[in-house]
Nanobody, 128 residues
């Protein structure tokens, strides 16, 4: 069974940090671009950050630039999202998605509806 599983979410105070993980089972992430997306209550899902299969290209939403870092360890079949200086507006369910093909376009635009495989999401809550 092809599956993506996110982990690492939780409750954190403003200014704190979390590291999300996206682990694949049943397939190898090496050939996929990966994106992190989030959806807050009452809002549309938005792209947070995307990374190419090699890790050589990355893209970030303006709202997280300088605070979040996407990375991947293909040997561990896992992609990470390091989130620093968290703000209450970062509160959302975070999803990862894997995309096969059209890598340049996917990473450049980080579209919220172009993943071939999606995880179930992990909740991130930022509040006092």
């Amino acid at each position: 069974q092809l599956q993506l599983v996110e982990s690492g979410g939780g409750l954190v105070q403003p200014g704190g940090s979390l590291r999300l993980s996206c682990a694949a089972s049943g397939f190898t992430l090496n050939y996929y671009s990966i994106g992190w997306f989030r959806q807050a209550p009452g809002k549309e899902r938005e792209g947070v950050s995307c990374i190419s299969s090699s890790g050589g290209s990355t893209n970030y939403a303006d709202s997280v630039k300088g605070r979040f870092t996407i990375s991947r360890d293909n040997a561990k079949n896992t992609v990470y999202l390091q989130m620093n200086t968290l703000k209450p507006e970062d509160t959302a369910v975070y999803y990862c998605a894997a995309r096969s093909g059209a890598s340049g376009w996917f990473v450049a635009h980080c579209p919220n509806n172009a993943g071939n495989y999606w995880g179930q999401g992990t909740q991130v809550t930022v509040r006092l």
